[in-house]
């Protein structure tokens, strides 16, 4: 079965990005959100990189 990066439907907060990357890696969700935030805090990249992985990834079937 090909994996597939997505959106999740299970493991969403907002919209699913952090929830679909930890799926994608075989990740905890909360280990990906925390890495977001630390991201976010640091420079600021971390929002932008969400809102272009919400528009960019597909949501999971």
Do not use: H
């Not at 969403?12 to 952090?18: D, E, I, Q, T």
């Not at 930890?22 to 990189?49: K, N």
């Amino acid at each position: 079965m090909e994996k597939r990066l997505c959106r999740s439907r299970q493991n969403r907060m907002l919209a699913g990005v952090c929830g679909g990357i930890a799926e994608y890696l075989g990740w905890d969700p909360t280990l990906v959100r925390v890495a977001w935030i630390i991201l976010t805090l640091l420079g600021g990249s971390g929002i932008l990189i969400y809102l272009i992985f919400w528009l960019v990834m597909p949501e999971s079937p």
